[in-house]
């Protein structure tokens, strides 16, 4: 038998037999069942806001705004889908931020890979001081302002590119990058290949990264997420509606757009139902906004924690 | 020349010999060093600034210094005080529930008593840390509305008073550090059970015939075998004690709780950004990072000391 818990030695004494099987029983059975309330409780308070939204969006407005649905969907519509999807905002700033997601994640492997890779040979003359030189922005920075005048001296302000270029690369994932790659391509493979006259270009591009797939999985996600989430470029670096990315639009319907509590009394039937109407697109915009990460989810989640391990190797 | 060949090959080739082979290794670190220079340590110079009166068109070079004029304006006014104190306090409110928070899920986790619900739960608290800080924002709004909001709804039901949560001050830090913790105590946790995987099978054998409980076993195996992870997290956290996230102390900040969501970063925008005082803001930035820095190395060399674990 495979069970766990069934496994109790058997001691030679019979009264010692009873007093230890007492014992080890009474306290790991109070901690089990302390344990796993807590785990339910946790689970819980973890997913029942977001099965809540899922279900709200669904579900008629007033039932939703009064309260009425709190387990199942009552009152099935799609009408706030509709909304969101008629909402030319939303999908301008659906389709930018696929722009900057897609082109960011290139630009950010193109400049995090090689180098993660040129940063793992132990061979590599003036490595330290490379590795000090990347490190040490991860602990000091200029700031805010600054940065912010170095994009606008590059005429960066205001494009495409500002999207782009200032978190071109993070020194993070270049460090978890590195330490895979230290860990993984084995010295041998490379003093192979050097005495075939295989030069480092080629030794990266033909062995290393079909080796790697794993951590490209990794990198490309890591910068892919945070592409998608960010806002705090756009909202630095971009004037123009025109170019802003779905987290800013999102900005303006779900945080900047609150009714006033104080308008309460007397307030109109007409003024009743926008209100309506707004606080229930909001639950269909959260889940439209969420939507890639959720397909995504199953195949993010896996790689994010064998990132995570990976990083905290301390190489 | 000839006579000094054998020995260099023995030892390695001479510089020249070596970059001729490994040039293209150097050209890799091109791009990265090229953005990072550019927007890490031109910025690191052009904080000059805050020594000045910065002027656009006239630059670094060019705008008149002011030596410390800036960093006295700042602490000479009594929202410095107010700013700064709201600072620690929200980090120093997060920091204690953020970092014991992802330890404990991780102990519960690893004594789970079926793999499978272990893995549930792992997987679901796991997921709003991929949600995005405005959708989270966005979602207080909409749980915590004082009139449509399912929070006070069942606040009335169970015969309590409506509060309009995100517009009261007093409800700001508890609801930030409440969704942080929500947000971030699965991911945080990722690491803790790393290193709980890690601990030798053996020491439970031999604990469990000892008849230690798991509470035990807790104390005496796993809590010091993941201690080192534990220091360094700690070391990490506290060296970034004064920049509490930006980004979701903006989105939460409205005109009714700035008395307590003001801190050093978002007074940083508004006076650089939305006031075009740019010296003045690059100095109280300054003092943030510095601020930061500072602390990062006393954590650091106290770890040393005390645990021999350390970043560096």
């Known amino acids: 038998m495979e069970m766990v818990g069934m496994r109790v030695d058997k001691p030679k004494k019979p009264n010692d037999y009873n007093k230890r099987r007492f014992r080890l029983f009474g306290s790991d059975l109070s901690f089990d069942i302390i344990n796993t309330f807590f785990l339910i409780l946790i689970f819980a308070v973890v997913t029942y806001p977001l099965y809540y939204i899922i279900i709200a969006s669904f579900s008629a407005p007033e039932l939703v705004l009064n309260g009425q649905v709190t387990i199942f969907p009552r009152g099935f519509q799609l009408g706030s889908y509709e909304r969101v999807f008629n909402n030319p905002d939303v999908l301008r700033g659906y389709w930018n931020t696929i722009q900057y997601t897609t082109v960011g994640t290139i630009v950010n492997m193109l400049v995090t890979i090689p180098a993660a890779y040129a940063m793992s040979r132990s061979d590599l003359k003036g490595r330290g001081i490379f590795m000090l030189f990347f490190a040490f922005t991860m602990f000091f920075g200029g700031g805010m302002i600054p940065t912010f005048l170095v994009v606008q001296r590059l005429g960066l302000l205001d494009t495409f590119w500002a999207m782009i270029f200032p978190g071109a690369m993070s020194v993070w994932n270049l460090i978890i990058c590195r330490n895979f790659f230290q860990n993984n391509i084995p010295k041998e493979l490379l003093e192979c290949s050097q005495m075939d006259g295989c030069t480092n270009r080629r030794f990266f591009m033909q062995i290393v990264l079909p080796l790697s797939k794993a951590i490209l999985a990794v990198m490309v996600l890591f910068y892919a997420v945070g592409h998608w989430n960010s806002f705090f470029n756009a909202l630095i670096y971009l004037r123009d509606d025109a170019r802003m990315p779905l987290q800013m639009v999102l900005r303006r319907l779900l945080v900047l757009a609150q009714p006033d509590p104080n308008l309460g009394a007397e307030m109109m039937e007409d003024w009743v139902r926008m209100l309506m109407e707004v606080e229930m697109l909001k639950y269909a915009l959260v889940v439209v906004a969420s939507v890639p990460i959720l397909i995504l989810y199953p195949i993010v989640q896996k790689h994010f924690a064998q990132g995570v391990m990976i990083g905290s190797i301390k190489g | ?312």
């Open chain 2, 1 to 312: 020349m000839i006579d000094a060949m054998p020995k260099v090959k023995r030892k390695g080739k001479g510089v020249l010999a070596y970059l001729k082979e490994n040039w293209d290794l150097y050209v890799m670190l091109v791009p990265a060093v090229a953005f990072i220079a550019i927007f890490a340590y031109w910025p690191m110079y052009g904080v000059l600034m805050a020594f000045q009166n910065f002027n656009p068109f006239q630059g670094i070079f060019g705008s008149p210094w002011v030596g410390l004029a800036h960093f006295e304006r700042f602490f000479g006014t009594p929202t410095a005080m107010r700013i700064i104190m709201n600072t620690v306090i929200l980090s120093v409110q997060t920091l204690i529930f953020t970092f014991p928070a992802p330890i404990i899920l991780a102990i519960m986790l690893h004594y789970c008593i079926s793999k499978r619900f272990s893995r549930i739960v792992q997987s679901a608290t796991y997921f709003p840390f991929f949600i995005a800080t405005v959708v989270l924002v966005g979602m207080m709004h909409l749980f915590f509305s004082p009139s449509v909001g399912i929070v006070n709804h069942a606040l009335e039901a169970l015969g309590g008073q409506r509060i309009v949560f995100m517009a009261d001050a007093a409800w700001f830090r508890p609801l930030f550090v409440g969704s942080r913790v929500w947000q971030g105590t699965g991911f945080g946790a990722i690491i803790f059970i790393a290193a709980l995987a890690g601990v030798d099978p053996t020491l439970y054998e031999a604990a469990t015939i000892d008849g230690a409980s798991k509470w035990n076993r807790i104390r005496h195996i796993d809590l010091p075998t993941i201690m080192p992870t534990i220091i360094i997290m700690l070391i990490l956290s506290l060296g970034s004690i004064m920049s509490v996230g930006f980004e979701q102390v903006f989105l939460m900040q409205n005109p009714r709780n700035t008395e307590v969501s003001e801190i050093i970063a978002t007074y940083v925008y508004r006076m650089g950004l939305m006031e075009g005082r740019f010296s003045f803001a690059a100095a109280v930035g300054l003092f943030n990072s510095v601020v930061n820095f500072v602390l990062l190395i006393i954590v650091n060399f106290i770890a040393k000391k005390v645990s021999s674990t350390s970043l560096w």
